[in-house]
């Protein structure tokens, strides 16, 4: 008769718990990470919109208080060309400016760590008791 066919071991999935399963964590562990990478990215974006924002409105209120000064005449100069020399000081640019009386309105913008984004803030300055 011959040899008995030997049939070739053919490849079954095992139906044991966790076996098979071999580089599953790894994709875990990647998700996990490029969560974590996308969530500190954002956070600092915020963070640093966050920062200009307040710089601008700084900058908007020594702007309207030199300003104010200026028109009271405490210190040398134009209101709105004192308001303009402390933006730029400040880092920002003076968008506009308004006197009434000893009574000043300014609007401060700044440049952003964020290309695109550009914080404005505006700020008033006058003497006690002037009219809002």
């Not at 914080?119 to 006690?128: C, E, L």
């Amino acid at each position: 008769m011959g040899r008995p066919m030997v049939r070739p071991p053919c490849h079954r999935p095992s139906t044991r718990p966790g076996h098979g399963e071999h580089g599953a964590a790894s994709i875990v562990a990647v998700g996990i990470v490029g969560a974590l990478v996308l969530l500190t990215t954002l956070t600092l974006g915020a963070i640093s919109t966050y920062a200009d924002v307040r710089r601008a409105a700084g900058a908007a209120d020594a702007s309207a208080l030199a300003a104010a000064d200026a028109a009271s005449g405490a210190i040398i100069g134009t209101p709105c060309d004192v308001a303009t020399r402390l933006a730029a000081r400040n880092g920002g640019r003076l968008v506009s400016c308004a006197v009434d009386g000893a009574v000043s309105v300014v609007v401060v913008a700044v440049a952003s760590a964020i290309p695109g984004i550009e914080p404005v803030a505006s700020a008033r300055a006058g003497p006690p008791g002037s009219a809002p």
